[in-house]
């Protein structure tokens, strides 16, 4: 009652007002009624009960629009209560429709990374169990062609070993692939380092590559031109040895123009002859016997001044035809 009256002054108030009304009312009654006797009295009396009907009823009005005012502005204030929470509950509505399309999407990609982890795992044991199911058939072929039961425990026992093998290696496979999944972060953080690193490792190699072409082409050069100078060194002393052979050889009585043979000759460091053989004869003996006389008679046969270049001048070949000497 209390939280009532505290929530409407004007009601109270209004309450007290009219008891007092009603008792200045019933006052001036008995105070008429005694006093019937003098008429002028009661005339002011009367009036004067009228006079504060009037300011009662004035004030009755005024405290009247008050309270209807008051219950204006407290509906109004009630319906903008009421629409500040119907805007709060549809943006809470929003709000939870919100999340809960979030949540649906996040169950979804929980599922989907379910579904893949599944099909994995699934793929792994097709896998392990089709690595199983070949291994026991090796085994029982194995086994089939073992004919004492030593042989057949052997086998048993590396069944039993290679079961433990393939649990240790699924445990091991467990293990990489947490730390690969641990790893994964660190890795995608590295891939960029690590492309960025190639990139320049490529261009430095593709620099190092066309260095290396260049001096390839360079030292085949080199070597090319050493190669033209080496033969024109050892074809100078062909020369030499065909010129120093035909000045030892004596020519046979049978020799006649135009003969020929071709000579290989072996050297030793010095100019030594180790051996002498006619590899294609003149179709004389008597005129190729002369000429392996003659380089024999030669000795020491003229070698160039660079030894590094005798291991391609220790073998000797060369046509002997005296009248290219002449």
Request: proline share 3%; aromatic share 4%.
């Amino acid at each position: 009652m209390f939280k009532t009256i505290f929530k409407n002054p004007f009601a109270l108030f209004y309450a007290i007002l009219v008891h007092v009304v009603l008792f200045a009312v019933l006052t001036v009654s008995l105070d008429w009624e005694t006093e019937t006797e003098a008429p002028k009295p009661q005339v002011e009396i009367v009036k004067a009960v009228s006079v504060d009907e009037s300011k009662v009823q004035a004030e009755l009005d005024k405290l009247k629009k008050a309270e209807q005012d008051r219950i204006r502005k407290e509906q109004e204030r009630q319906k903008k209560l009421e629409q500040e929470a119907d805007a709060a509950r549809k943006k809470r509505e929003q709000e939870e429709q919100r999340l809960a399309e979030l949540e649906k999407q996040r169950q979804q990609e929980k599922q989907k990374l379910e579904q893949e982890k599944k099909r994995k795992q699934e793929e792994l044991a097709l896998l392990e169990q089709q690595k199983l199911d070949k291994e026991k058939k090796r085994l029982a072929e194995e086994k089939k062609l073992q004919d004492t039961q030593k042989q057949r425990e052997a086998l048993e026992k590396k069944r039993r070993e290679e079961e433990q093998r393939l649990a240790k290696a699924r445990e091991e496979k467990k293990r990489l692939d947490e730390e690969a999944r641990q790893r994964k972060i660190q890795e995608e953080k590295r891939r960029r380092e690590e492309e960025e690193k190639q990139r320049l490792a490529e261009m430095e190699k593709e620099m190092e590559n066309m260095r290396q072409s260049e001096v390839a082409a360079e030292e085949a050069r080199l070597a090319e031109e050493r190669e033209k100078q080496a033969q024109s060194t050892i074809d100078q002393y062909v020369g030499l040895i065909k010129e120093k052979v035909t000045r030892n050889w004596s020519k046979p009585p049978n020799a006649k123009a135009g003969m020929s043979c071709t000579v290989f000759v072996r050297l030793i460091p010095g100019g030594g002859v180790a051996h002498v053989e006619i590899t294609k004869s003149s179709g004389d003996g008597i005129f190729d016997r002369s000429v392996e006389t003659a380089v024999r008679k030669a000795e020491p046969l003229p070698l160039p001044p660079d030894s590094g270049l005798f291991d391609s001048f220790r073998d000797v070949q060369f046509v002997f035809k005296p009248e290219e000497q002449s």
